[in-house]
């Protein structure tokens, strides 16, 4: 054996490159010696290989008796997970789907598998399930599983800022459910597609697809097309500086979506960033506590403890910050290499203003390698940014906030502060 | 290095060269020499590293209809798919105790780029994410060794021709279905370094047959197909790091390196000779596609 190894320098290939169904193993990536993840990551694989042999030869062109024999080494594998795992069912599904020979049901059990690798912050392994998902659904002729797949793929690649490709995705999946003529579907869609647009900064698309929110339907008949649309706007005010009108936006599609959504919480984050523009810092807090706490979506949670950290830095508080960071560290291993070098980054940042440089320098060198071994370029950049302001200002500012929020802002504040005790017990 | 299995059917025969492949000898110093028949026209010579006996004969099981060469070590395998004209490599990833195999099978990739190489063995998360990194064609994990028809479907894959199927491509609509067979069944062969008198053979014609037939379906004379054909696989092959032109001009029948470079410049003309890059093997199916005469009949249905 190699002293060093030279296969983990390289590149990882493309998904055309590479043997079939092998992305659903690049999660490893950096942490090839996880016993666990290299457990799970196998049998995500294995599980994927007939899928993708009935792709390659046609579903009606496989042996039985061959397919039956893969599957029975797939599903003695399996059964080594705990009966209770909950990914174990989701993928044991998939290889019951295809015993029993009812293929047009194995989109949406990819779908499902998928989403609960994702939930648990693999987004190769579920980019690998939904490409596969929407292959077969292709395939088959499955409208409604292609539109699920293609959504799918939209926010995995968003969780990766990965923006043209989330947005190819999502621009054909609202093409599909137009053709489709699901208004829920194309709501939803449309609204997962003007956040992508916001973060890829083309808001005069964005603008364009939440005026279609709600097209064809009558006025307020839908109270979840005007959230979802002043969810949208929210959105888009906040990204071009609009914070006044992004808080009224926001707090209108808080009324309106269902507590626990990822919608609402997504509205939530953005709202925490408003009120932090103005230095309002205790309904940022109520915020990130309300999505922590209430919504199961690791992404999302991820994305609401590191600000949480993050805002109690700005503060000054030091002792907050280092307690939210600890507890940060420890769910790191919960999180995908894209959000845990976030992480870093936001941490490296909290820790200057704070005063810790060790700290600070810590973060950013583990950002700077995961940004090297997974090829992550924002995460480059912002370590660029970021270390000359480490070496040469050791004393960073706290970024400026708007001093005078209106009476409006500080209404919706009081709300929201309001909303956060009756959702989450204090503590 | 381990030899070949004689799986290949029919008796060994002396070929007989054709009036048009004699002068074709004389002008690019082609070496006529006797070769097997083949059986099959979509036989393939596999290379495979598989220490186990239990391997070997789910191998054996899976591709019966192509032929095998055994290496023993890492190292005889490269030199084995240097000289040989093979189509794909079976390895088992443990092959050799002591060696990390991920990296032999990353450099045997990055040596021989057109032949795909698959692994099989214990390989667990770790090992599957190396080897999609190292450049393998595929996987058999040992649990699946024992499924005939998987392996069997893998190693099809592994040996699928696509040069052939690009040179049919660029064929349609210039050459009909029948003369479109008879240049796959040639393409087929031409690793084996077929000669004329073996491609009527097994096309059941004699050679003034053939010789008549390419010419009414739009086709080069037979020894012009073959020396096409020759040239466009060697192009093919010299794009691999791993090949000499010294072996390849040995694999397609020609006496020297030296013999194959004349060939290559007397055919497609120009300087430099257009080895080891891919604008020069498209060039040379460019010209190959120009020099059919073609159907006129498959011309204005096109």
Known sequence: MARYDRIARLDCPQRSHAFPAWLAL??????????????????????????????????GSVGKRSMDQQLACVRAELARLAHADRERR?????????????????????????????????????????LT??????????????????????????ARREWTAARERLEAAVADAEAQGDP?????????????????????????????????????????????????LCAIALASGQVERALESGWRAIERLRPGTPSHSRVLLDLATGFRRHGLREAAEACYLMVTRAHPDLGLTSEARIQHALVAAEAGDRPAFQLRREELASAQREMDRHRAAAMHIALSRGAMLVGDLDGARAHLHQASEMAREE??????????????????????????????????????????ESLSQDLVPSG | MAGRDARRGGPAVVAENSAAENSLASATGLRYTAVEPFTDTTMALIAALLPKELDRSALGAATASHSTAWARNWRDLDLLVKREPVSAAVVDLHAERGKDGVLRIYRFARRF???????????????????????????????????QSLVEELIEGATVDHLARE???????????????????????????????????ANGVSVSTLERRCEQWGLPTPGHLLLWLRIIYGLR???????????????????????YRRAIKVTLGGRPTPLRNKTGLERAIQSFVAACPGDPSTRQGD
């Open chain 1, 26 to 59: 690049r999660d490893l990536a950096g942490r090839e010696r996880d016993p666990e993840l290299n457990r799970r990551t196998r049998l995500r694989f294995l599980v994927l290989r007939p899928v993708h042999r009935l792709l390659a030869h046609g579903f």
């Open chain 1, 90 to 130: 989701a993928l044991a599904r998939c290889l019951d789907t295809m015993a029993s020979l009812s293929y047009e049901e194995l989109p949406a059990d990819l779908i499902a598998a998928g989403a609960m690798i994702e939930a648990a912050g693999h987004t190769y392994g579920a980019e690998e399930y939904y």
């Open chain 1, 133 to 158: 998902a929407l292959e077969v659904s292709r395939r088959l002729g499955l409208a409604s599983a292609r539109l699920m797949a293609a959504r799918s793929l939209g926010r995995v690649y968003g």
């Open chain 1, 184 to 232: 829920d579907t194309l709501e939803e869609t449309l609204r997962e597609l003007v956040m992508v647009l916001i973060e890829a900064g083309d808001l005069e698309a964005a603008d364009g697809a939440v005026a279609m929110i709600g097209q064809g339907d009558e006025p307020a008949a839908d109270g979840n097309v005007d959230g979802v649309r002043a969810a949208a």
């Open chain 1, 375 to 416: 090829g992550l370029e924002d995460t480059a950049a912002d370590v660029e940014t970021l270390a000359p302001t480490l070496e040469e200002r050791p004393k960073a500012e706290i970024p400026a906030n708007n001093p005078q929020p209106s009476d409006a802002v500080r209404s919706i504040a009081a709300r929201i």
């Open chain 2, 113 to 147: 780029p057109q032949t795909p190489i698959l692994v099989l063995g214990e390989l667990d998360g770790r090992a599957l994410f190396r080897l999609g990194k190292a450049g393998a064609a595929d996987v058999v994990v040992v649990q699946d060794a024992s499924n």
């Open chain 2, 167 to 201: 040179i049919d491509e660029r064929l349609s609509g210039v050459v009909g279905t029948e003369g479109r067979a008879l240049v796959q069944s040639a393409a087929a062969r031409v690793p084996e370094g077929v000669l004329v008198p073996e491609l009527a053979a």
């Open chain 2, 237 to 259: 092959w010299l794009l691999e790091p791993g090949r000499s032109v010294e072996s390849v001009a040995h694999q397609l029948g020609y006496s020297s390196g030296a013999a």
